[in-house]
């Protein structure tokens, strides 16, 4: 069975240990206040965070998302653990470059399988995502493992657990593979 590893970044909002006991990789985005920037989440904690924001006379911060490159190292970094796909669930990109800087990051690995997925929020918007996004992979996988199904035979397979009124209200035609329309 493929392992399908999940990604998400910090604007998620997603504890570390919780994170890593999930097994979810986060991107640090960039926080800066005044002339000090840190990564979220690895140069300067929630907690921090809060004490710089509400001290007095504090500059207010302001965020970037993080370096393509940066992106590129923690999908390659997941690859290497074993991982055979990923999902990347990212902050909205109405709110972030992040998946902007996402999508070059994909480029740059064409050869991996990389799904990137637009919260179209933040905060727990992307965790909850992924989140779901782990206990569906999980379920597809134990019914693939019931039904016998070899890693392959999921492009022929339709989605067993979405009706075929709701595949085409969705704007998916029958007779087609994921992915095409």
Known sequence: M????????????LDPAVAATAGIRVVPLVVTFGNDTYRAGVDLTVEEFWQRMTAPDAPFPKTAASSPGDFKAVYESVFAEGADAIVAVHVAASLSGAMKSA???KSMLPDREIHLV?????SMAESILCFMGQEMAARKGELKEEMGMEAGDEAEEEDEDIPASARKSSGRREGTHRGTR
């Open 118 to 122: 637009d919260s179209q929020g933040a």
């Open 2 to 13: 493929a392992r399908i590893a999940f990604v998400t970044d910090s604007a998620s909002d």
């Open 103 to 105: 999508e070059i990051a």
